[in-house]
């Protein structure tokens, strides 16, 4: 069976005068915090340099070093585990209150089952290509979820904040692969990315102050916020993201409740904020006590290097609404999202569920679960990646073979979408392109975005051609 998420390491705020030290003191820290739990499998040698850049000597010597001092152990043709017994010699100062403050997790508790806005919204601006859902894993899924729903009697009413078994299954995905360190208390299923952001709007009140958008911005988001009464205020963006200095100056002797953000890949722009950004981001959240509403929707589709964590997995992320979805994954007809907050926000948002949905489709959630589990979300993520990289460099290719440099854009490092601005204003109707499926337009800067994921290389050309007829 494929392993169902190799856990991720971000060294980059570690401590330590060398790699090495880094590395020990970093693995160390996740075992205390409760990331890496007992028993939990670490990524081999070769696997963990190759993904750090580090030369796999390092690697092991910092293995042999935790194993000699009782964190880890080895077992032959198995691999290396976090030890069921943190060791008995004393601890240095520097994880003393780690321990104090870790959190148990409670995976080992888990029992599994058996088996519109006022901005025009385009219908591909950046959605996954449907045609590549694995229709029959997913139908056995279905069935096996069906089954071990009706003999354990999981079709009547359920948990509105959604079945253990998923909240089980993404608790473990984002320790792994997100850098997250929380409950399953603190995750909340929902249908979709939108549903997430709808509570997060109705918790939130307008009474708490401002919300914060960005200049471009998620228009559906948008509108959920404005619907529930708050004051839109509008914060410059640029290649590295939400400006913060302006987002300072904006929220200056103002009362702030939250700033909505797309930090992994900015929407509609597709740049990443800068991890500087993140950390100051989170101080100032912390310093006028606001919440951060980070919509993490295309997390998966990182193609160039690694991704820069979430601002949920950062030091000051206690106010931080994280949200994801599955649909990006598989298809926006699959309902599927997540939001992971404090424990007490996501009372409140069941609350919430409780009285416009009563609970999710339990069937959808255990077989999911199912997919998560077994690995095989994450192989189908790994054969996506490739063909949505393929797809984007034919992107590259074409814009600059029918367009030149009548059109300025940067190569997106993840996620399935183009940002094209005209070097020089284009000459045409924005209404007639506007009404075109194939693109989102921002009129105001005579902006593009054109999402390729859902295309082939032959439909790619056959919608940039299309647009190149717009713009002559």
């Not at 290509?129 to 069906?146: G, K, N, T, V």
């Not at 996506?384 to 030149?404: N, W």
């Amino acid at each position: 069976m494929l392993r169902p998420w190799q856990t991720q390491l971000w060294l980059e705020h570690s401590t330590g005068e060398t790699i090495h030290a880094r590395l020990v003191n970093k693995l160390i820290e996740d075992i205390l915090t409760g990331r890496l739990e007992a028993g939990a499998l670490l990524p081999g040698s070769r696997s963990l340099a190759t993904v750090l850049g580090l030369n796999r000597k390092t690697v092991q010597i910092a293995y042999d070093e935790l194993i000699a001092q009782g964190w880890l152990v080895t077992q032959a043709k198995r691999g290396t585990f976090v030890s069921d017994r943190l060791p008995e010699q004393r601890m240095s100062e520097q994880y003393q209150h780690l321990l104090a403050g870790a959190v148990k997790s409670d995976l080992d508790r888990m029992e599994l089952a058996p088996l519109p806005g006022k901005e025009k919204q385009s219908g591909n601006d950046g959605i996954p290509d449907a045609r590549l859902i694995p229709y029959e894993l997913l139908a056995r899924a279905y069935r096996r979820a069906l089954i071990a729903a009706s003999r354990k009697q999981y079709l009547g009413y359920g948990d509105p904040q959604g079945t253990i078994e998923l909240r089980y299954a993404l608790q473990r995905m984002l320790i792994q692969e997100r850098y997250l360190h929380l409950s399953s208390a603190q995750i909340c299923t929902v249908r979709g990315s939108q549903m997430a952001i709808y509570l997060a709007s109705r918790v939130l009140k307008p009474s708490d102050g401002v919300m914060v958008f960005e200049e471009l911005t998620y228009a559906p988001a948008l509108a959920a916020f404005e619907e529930a009464g708050f004051t839109i205020l509008r914060c410059k963006t640029d290649q590295q993201g939400l400006d913060v200095t302006h987002l300072q100056q904006l929220i200056a002797g103002r009362k702030v409740a939250a700033i909505y953000t797309t930090p992994h890949h900015h929407y509609p722009t597709t740049v990443t904020m800068a991890m500087e950004r993140r950390l100051l981001l989170l101080q100032l959240s912390a310093q006028h006590d606001f919440y951060i509403v980070e919509d993490d929707y295309d997390h998966e589709f990182h193609f160039d290097s690694r991704p820069i964590p979430p601002l949920a997995s950062l030091p000051g992320a206690e106010r931080v609404l994280h949200i994801g979805s599955l649909s990006k994954v598989f298809a926006p007809g699959l309902r599927v999202g997540y939001l992971v907050a404090s424990a007490a926000f996501i009372e409140k948002a069941v609350q919430h569920i409780l009285m416009i949905d009563r609970q999710g489709n339990t069937l959808t959630e255990l077989a999911l679960a199912e997919l998560l589990e077994s690995g095989e979300v994450k192989r189908h993520i790994r054969k996506c990646k490739k063909l949505y990289k393929t797809r984007r460099d034919h992107c590259v290719s074409e814009l600059k073979r029918l367009f030149g440099d009548r059109v300025r854009f940067h190569i997106p490092a993840g996620g399935l979408a183009f940002w094209l601005e005209f070097s020089t204003q284009p000459q045409f109707n924005l209404a007639e392109l506007a009404a075109e499926p194939h693109f989102f337009v921002d009129r105001q800067s005579c902006s593009v975005r054109f999402g390729f994921g859902a295309f082939t290389e032959q439909e790619t050309t056959a919608a940039l051609t299309r647009l190149l007829s717009l713009v002559s």
